[in-house]
């Protein structure tokens, strides 16, 4: 499915993305015209490590998960992508093959920008291009976070961390939100295992910090206790 067949999905991937807020009318047209939209089923590899890329994505809704796979086959969950999200700019930029995996969770809808006229767009524009090396700057700030997150932090500060994250990104009501990834997944994110993430779960629920219905719902208790876990205060 493309953009001319569902308009709203291209124009919601430029109002949503922080590098493209505030852009004149003029500018806004200009990416308009060259961005494509689809729609993906759950389980579908945008990209595999490896593979050469020319394209610029964006997450419009959804979420996507890049993942690295170790030479034993084990999946680690790199970063999560939720709507707002762009990804495949350094491969699409230094011509390198992806170093991750990028899949979606759930069904997803995905808008895209080729190469070419990527490049078109950014040489032509000054504020866009210096908005993308804040981008690339934010990316790197991120990266350095995640190697923190992992290496540092103990299992109940990573998933306190976690689930403050997933809080803020599905827009919670009155602290409830539902957890857009497994069990299993969330384990892969915070470098543990699942039974660890149980164990912990059940811990935060005994000290009355969240609450869970079900397998997926969550609802946060005392955020102001969590993010003191989180080492975020």
Do not use: W
Request: proline share 2%; net charge neutral; glycine share 6%.
């Amino acid at each position: 499915m493309d953009c001319c067949e569902h308009c709203t999905y291209e124009s919601s991937c430029i109002t949503t993305v922080p590098v493209f807020k505030g852009l004149h009318e003029d500018d806004i047209q200009q990416i308009r015209k060259v961005t494509h939209s689809r729609s993906y089923p759950k389980g579908t590899f945008i990209f595999r490590e490896g593979e050469q890329s020319e394209t610029l994505f964006v997450v419009n809704e959804g979420l996507i998960k890049l993942t690295k796979t170790s030479a034993e086959g084990k999946e680690q969950i790199v970063r999560l992508l939720f709507p707002g999200d762009f990804f495949g700019l350094i491969s699409l930029l230094r011509n390198e093959k992806q170093n991750v995996n990028a899949e979606t969770i759930g069904k997803t809808v995905i808008c895209s920008i080729d190469k070419k006229d990527f490049l078109k767009t950014m040489e032509s524009n000054a504020e866009m291009s210096f908005r993308f090396l804040l981008a690339m700057n934010d990316r790197l700030y991120e990266a350095d976070e995640s190697v923190s997150f992992l290496g540092l932090m103990e299992v109940e500060q990573r998933l306190a961390r976690a689930l403050i994250l997933f809080h803020g990104k599905m827009k919670a009501q009155n602290g409830k939100f539902t957890l857009p990834i497994t069990k299993r997944d969330l384990a892969s994110y915070i470098g543990t295992t699942p039974e660890s993430v149980s164990r912990k779960l059940l811990s935060f629920i005994s000290q009355q910090l969240i609450r869970i219905d079900g397998q997926r719902q969550i609802q946060i208790l005392e955020m102001d206790q969590l993010k003191e876990i989180s080492g975020l205060t």
